[in-house]
């Protein structure tokens, strides 16, 4: 199929690597359906043009979702590509972190990706094709981020989803890819993007200087170029056989790297006890 003729759908597109991917899409020829909580956001972003279709949606909702849905199909025929890139970050303890907080975390980062599913798969599984990315981070595959227990609950649900969604899209021609960044630099811990818990406890020390740390140094002065993370992407839309894992920045490896050993080590330390709980 032809550039041109492919239609993606992108969610969270006003900003980050939402906008930058979008912006990609349209040089390159797509036809691009793109969200965000607020349409004129998308249009003073991106502006007009004739591929591109902006669309206020609330991943959160729905029937938000199921119309934006509908409306691209209407418009273009058809949805090619998915990208669930919407959400944000929640940096706090799980302790001070309210359940309202944590649950608002959920229906944007996990609730929100899973909406987009429901009403994206019936147009791929109908034509046999398409791919599904879910943009999840290196916190969704090690947790080890002291304040960041709700973002990495979300980030690991999302990719414990995409794993059996790709299992169950594989009959169907459909490819599913969970994305895994560490650092870019994009505006993810600004505080439009980055929520703190209304009622902080100070005997939580180090996750304050996490907390200060994250906003005030590595804000703005992350390693990762969001450029080169979209191209890579794009890569990997374009490729036969996509990974299933994909992640993004020597940072992401080296985590990935050190939770993979870590795991070994739990695995050979503990083996002999641990897997002898058969019945005789």
């Known amino acids: ?25 349209l040089q390159q020829g797509y036809k691009v359906a793109a ?7 998308l249009t003073e972003a991106i502006g007009k043009h004739e591929n591109f279709l902006p669309l206020q949606t609330d991943v959160a909702d729905e029937q938000s979702v199921q119309q934006s849905i509908r409306e691209t199909v209407k418009t273009f025929g058809t949805i090619d590509a998915v990208v669930n890139n919407a959400g944000y970050g929640l940096l706090g303890t799980l302790e001070e972190l309210s359940d309202e907080e ?17 009403h994206a798969m019936p147009v791929l599984r109908s034509q046999r094709s398409g791919i599904i990315f879910n943009i999840s981070s290196i916190a969704g595959f090690t947790g080890s981020f002291p304040g960041f ?13 995409s794993e059996s969604l790709a299992a169950e899209a594989a009959p169907f021609g459909i490819k599913v890819v969970i994305v ?3 650092y870019f ?22 996750t304050r200087e996490s907390q200060q740390l994250h906003t005030q140094q590595i804000n703005g002065a ?23 894992h994909l992640f993004l920045g020597p940072d992401a490896y080296d985590l990935a790297r050190q939770k993979i050993v870590a795991v070994e080590n739990d695995l050979n330390g503990w083996q002999q006890l641990g897997a002898a709980t058969n019945f005789n």
């Open 102 to 118: 944590v649950r608002g975390n959920f229906n944007v980062n996990v609730f929100g990706p899973l909406n987009v599913i429901r």
């Open 1 to 25: 199929m032809a550039q041109q003729q492919k239609v993606w759908y992108v969610t969270g597109a006003s900003q980050g690597f939402g906008l930058i991917l979008v912006k990609k899409l």
């Open 35 to 41: 969200t965000s909580r607020k349409a004129s956001s």
């Open 222 to 244: 992350q390693p990762g170029d969001p450029e080169k993370a979209i191209d890579v992407i794009l890569a990997a839309a374009n490729a036969e056989h996509p990974p299933l």
């Open 180 to 182: 895994s960044p560490g």
């Open 149 to 161: 227990g709700s973002y990495c609950a979300t980030k690991f649900a999302l990719e414990g989803l």
């Open 185 to 206: 630099r994009t505006n993810f811990l600004a505080s439009g993007s980055l929520a703190v818990p209304s009622n902080p406890i100070a005997e939580y020390t180090s």
